[in-house]
């Protein structure tokens, strides 16, 4: 389904199946709400009204169902009917699916996406996973066709009137995000490296009239960012530190959004074996969800002071590369002894969340990263392993997952018990656990913190992806929902407020490492 373009409008139209293929989706009981006079021109001549009930109540979804309804140019499918808490209530995973198996062929088609008001927003980003840009097959530079899947929503329940023209254009930046970040973690290293990297940031921001701030190579051990010169140093490639800044009037707070973009991860010298190597193109999944999340967020109007922090790098193997027992100096003014070429993320975010806070004055500071192979044991293929230092943002990030269908689950944040695994004799902490079985990713996220300090009063949140940034062989565009969900109250958008869970003011909880408890503004 590559190279296909994706339209959101209000109307789709009418047409006959087998000139413009249909595929018709939501819960068993919202298409039933469906009238038959919304789809009788899009489903006639080739189907009946009675063949359209008839479908309906043969559908029994269990987790889900289908029925075609004219050979195989229309076709009707169900969500599941429920979910479990833990779950977004979109079904937004179970979307994607119905729509690569059942989304009939053609070069025109059309999805009619039955659902809620709440569950617009999860509901089309989860129809642009479907839809990957990256390709090389040869077969697709043959096609000189140009493919369009025409989405229109259907909304029941509360708040069912027409989708909004201001509404259609947040989906098609929010998805034209998603789409971005999947293809930059698509693109193997031998074209998506730090180099090409760099001008997907450009692109973005000549877009968006901003000019990135670059620091790279040398410039980089000169100006004491030892994590990310040191992990990116043996590469063909130089490492950079990029930032996109938007520093609209009026603004009341700052926030930095840190994506890890390792472009190759061999491991270094501590290489990986031949078959924990490939798919390690998708190590910069945390720079390309910030990427993707910022130009979204711009163009919905932010409020607020928003930077966009790139960690780029090559972990590669070579003369110049990091050995273990080498001791770095990080930006944050701490010395690392190595003792794992392959924990590199960590090293490259320190660097970034330490400039995010001293150099840009940062109040709320949120790195993204595919960080460690355990979260997708901790919390599995689909939820993301959120760390914080503030109770009400884990809880925010939880909420806003469910809303928007990048899900999340917390992670243990607990400092005074973990923080001792990166212990070392001659330097302020090495960069990698003593002991694997004491919570890994929670432990690969306290050292991020311990960068910034744990007594540091603003709010830090920690994202790790590794597992939800794909599915398959394929990227998932994971995060850019997720940041535009969270931060919606910071948009001048109505969609991206109805999907944040977090409201003007909150409580920082008490007893995070001994901080007073205060009143932060939240976006």
Aim: overall charge neutral; glycine content about 8%.
């Amino acid at each position: 389904m590559a190279n296909v373009g994706l339209q959101f409008q209000a109307s789709a139209g009418d047409a006959d199946p087998q000139s413009r293929p249909l595929l018709l989706l939501g819960q068993l009981h919202h298409l039933l709400r469906v009238p038959w006079s919304h789809v009788r021109g899009k489903l006639q001549p080739r189907v009946t009204e009675e063949l359209w009930q008839a479908a309906l109540s043969t559908l029994n979804p269990n987790p889900t169902d289908s029925c075609p309804l004219y050979l195989n140019y229309a076709t009707v499918a169900a969500l599941p009917s429920r979910v479990s808490r833990h779950n977004s209530p979109s079904a937004a995973h179970f979307i994607t699916r119905l729509v690569r198996t059942c989304l009939p062929p053609g070069a025109h088609r059309c999805i009619l996406m039955v659902c809620e008001q709440a569950d617009v927003f999860a509901s089309a980003c989860a129809l642009a996973r479907a839809f990957p840009l990256f390709t090389h097959r040869s077969s697709a530079s043959r096609r000189t066709e140009k493919k369009t899947v025409t989405v229109e929503f259907f909304l029941v329940g509360q708040d069912n009137g027409p989708v909004e023209v201001s509404t259609l254009q947040c989906l098609a930046n929010a998805t034209e995000g998603v789409r971005l970040a999947a293809r930059i973690v698509d693109t193997p290293c031998s074209e998506m490296n730090t180099d090409t990297f760099l001008e997907e940031i450009k692109k973005v921001g000549k877009e968006l009239g901003i000019v990135p701030t670059i620091i790279r190579d040398e410039e980089l051990k000169a100006r004491g960012f030892g994590g990310i010169y040191g992990v990116g140093k043996a590469a063909l490639h130089p490492p950079a530190l990029a930032i996109l800044s938007h520093t609209p009037d009026g603004a009341t707070q700052t926030i930095a959004w840190v994506g890890k973009g390792i472009v190759y991860d061999t491991g270094g010298l501590s290489i990986k074996g031949k078959t924990t190597m490939p798919g390690m193109k998708r190590d910069c999944g945390g720079a390309a969800a910030v990427l993707g999340a910022f130009r979204a967020a711009i163009m919905q109007g932010f409020k607020d002071n928003l930077h966009a922090v790139f960690c780029l790098a090559e972990n590669s193997v070579g003369p110049n590369a990091t050995r273990p027992d080498d001791i770095h100096l990080l930006y944050s003014g701490k010395t690392v002894e190595i003792n794992n070429t392959d924990a590199e993320g960590r090293l490259v975010l320190a660097d970034g969340v330490s400039y995010a806070c001293k150099d840009l004055g940062a109040d709320i500071i949120l790195d993204v990263a595919t960080l460690t192979g355990a979260q997708g044991i901790a919390t599995g293929k689909y939820h993301a392993a959120v760390l914080t230092n503030s109770a009400e943002w884990e809880a925010a990030c939880v909420k806003a997952g469910r809303k928007c269908g990048d899900l999340v689950h917390p992670l243990v944040y607990c400092p005074e018990l973990h923080f001792s695994e990166f212990t070392s004799a001659v330097a302020d902490m090495k960069n990698s656990v003593a002991d694997r079985d004491n919570s890994p990713s929670s432990c690969a996220g306290l050292f991020i913190a311990s960068h910034l300090g744990f007594d540091w009063p603003g709010v830090w949140v920690h994202l790790d992806i590794a597992a939800p940034v794909h599915a398959g062989e394929r990227a998932t565009g994971f995060g850019v929902a997720l940041l535009l969900a969270l931060f919606g109250r910071a948009s001048e958008d109505p969609l991206l407020n109805l999907v944040s869970p977090l409201g003007c003011e909150v409580d920082v909880q008490e007893g995070d490492m001994g901080r007073d408890s205060k009143r932060r503004k939240l976006v």
